[in-house]
């Protein structure tokens, strides 16, 4: 089980930090992926991270200078930073989670998964 935390309404330019925390694993010996659901469109896969902090980007050029990952393996957790944020950003952000990052954008019964947090952009 992973629990996604951080979400919420922002003024574009604003940031966010969204937290993804495991419940009942250590979420230090998994790849981690941030993925994101806009309004009647598909998920789209973010960013992943390895366990051995090696990061792969699926990110759009304007996504690409402004959401970075990054996790924190002392207190399990995995976070997403969004910077100078815009409305096209609006989307339910979830985390997932499974061995490596080899399949991370690829749409697939992922090993964990969380129940996502609401990130709105006001336009």
């Known amino acids: 089980q992973l629990v996604e935390s951080g979400g919420g309404l922002v003024q574009p330019g604003g940031s966010l930090r969204l937290s993804c925390a495991a419940s009942g694993f250590a979420l230090k010996l998994l790849a981690v992926t941030w993925l994101r659901q806009a309004p009647g469109r598909d998920y789209e896969g973010l960013l992943c991270i390895s366990r051995n902090d090696i990061v792969t980007s699926n990110l759009t050029d304007s996504a690409k200078d402004r959401f970075t990952i990054s996790r924190d393996n002392a207190n399990g957790r995995v976070f997403l930073q969004m910077n100078s944020l815009k409305p096209e950003d609006t989307a339910v952000y979830y985390c997932?989670?499974?061995?490596?990052?080899?399949?991370?954008?690829?749409?697939?019964?992922?090993?964990?998964w969380g129940q996502g947090t609401q990130v709105t952009v006001p336009s």
């Open positions: 997932a989670a499974e061995d490596t990052c080899a399949a991370a954008f690829i749409p697939h019964p992922w090993l964990y």
